[in-house]
């Protein structure tokens, strides 16, 4: 059973850092992982993703400010944040499509297996 634990959210001042991190258990680290989020009221968006052979794709909120990173040997997805703005506040999401060998796409429809989420709220 796969199963994805994130953590490292906080409540931080704008311009500040912050790094999630995201467990997974249940298989090991191929196919898709990404990083979503949701703001209240609002759908969820992909952040960025990274494929089996470590290419990432990022969303144009992310690009520049934010970097996905994963440790195979570990089993855990990471997300380094930085230069956070107050519209970067929302649940933070890790998701996993372990079945996909190709091109990775930053639509939450396509990952099967979801985290609880991790709050992020950045003040101006």
């Known amino acids: 059973q796969v199963q994805l634990v994130e953590s490292g959210g906080a409540s931080v001042q704008a311009g500040g850092s912050l790094r999630l991190s995201c467990a997974a258990s249940?298989?090991?680290?191929?196919?898709?992982m990404g990083w979503f989020r949701q703001a209240p009221g609002k759908d969820r968006e992909g952040v960025a993703v990274?494929?089996?052979?470590?290419?990432?794709q990022y969303a144009d909120s992310a690009r520049g400010r934010f970097t996905i990173s994963k440790d195979s040997a570990k089993n855990t997805l990471y997300l380094q944040m930085n230069s956070l703005k107050p519209e970067d506040t929302a649940t933070y999401y890790c998701?996993?499509?372990?079945?996909?060998?190709?091109?990775?796409?930053?639509?939450?429809?396509?990952?099967?297996?979801w985290g609880q989420g991790t709050q992020v709220t950045v003040s101006s």
């Open positions: 249940g298989y090991t680290s191929s196919g898709c």
């Open positions: 990274i494929d089996r052979m470590g290419r990432l």
């Open positions: 998701a996993a499509e372990p079945s996909n060998r190709g091109t990775c796409y930053i639509v939450p429809g396509r990952f099967p297996y």
